[in-house]
């Protein structure tokens, strides 16, 4: 007969995991950038401690003043402003990503902290899971 695992138990193991999702592409290139959204805000809506990265064309994806109805996209990059709704706070971009594409730190999101490469992959690396988009 196999005995139950108490409730506190299980809470520790979920609670102390930690998900970092790894933006890479351009905003409106693919649907990735959409996903990648979505799976933040579903795990955010199960309180998952996240945080969100965006190197290489991923920093795109955070810059302001971008219109998408030019090209006859759906526009979700204002679902981005549903972030600290789900308590997603940890939101970090890649410094060298925003200097290679001559990009300013002009970005429609708030919380955004801009890291070095090698603070950008230390950050990234003390998360338990890592989902690349």
């Known amino acids: 007969m196999s005995e139950a695992i108490p409730n506190n138990i299980t809470d520790n193991m979920t609670s102390n995991r930690t998900v970092a999702i790894l933006n890479t592409e351009a905003p409106f290139s693919s649907a990735t950038g959409k996903e990648s959204l979505d799976t933040a805000l579903i795990f955010g809506s199960y309180e998952q401690a996240i945080s ?37 706070e940890n939101i970090y971009v890649c410094r060298e990503s925003l200097t ?3 990009l300013p730190e002009n970005f429609h999101i708030s919380n955004i902290q801009v890291l070095s490469n090698k603070d950008f992959s230390q950050r990234l690396h003390q998360h338990n899971v890592i989902f690349r988009f």
């Open 52 to 88: 969100l990265f965006f190197i290489g064309d991923g920093v795109f994806q955070v810059i302001g003043d971008q219109n998408a109805t030019e090209i006859e996209i759906k526009d979700y990059l204002k679902t981005f402003s549903a972030l600290g709704f789900y308590d997603i």
């Open 100 to 102: 290679e594409r001559n």
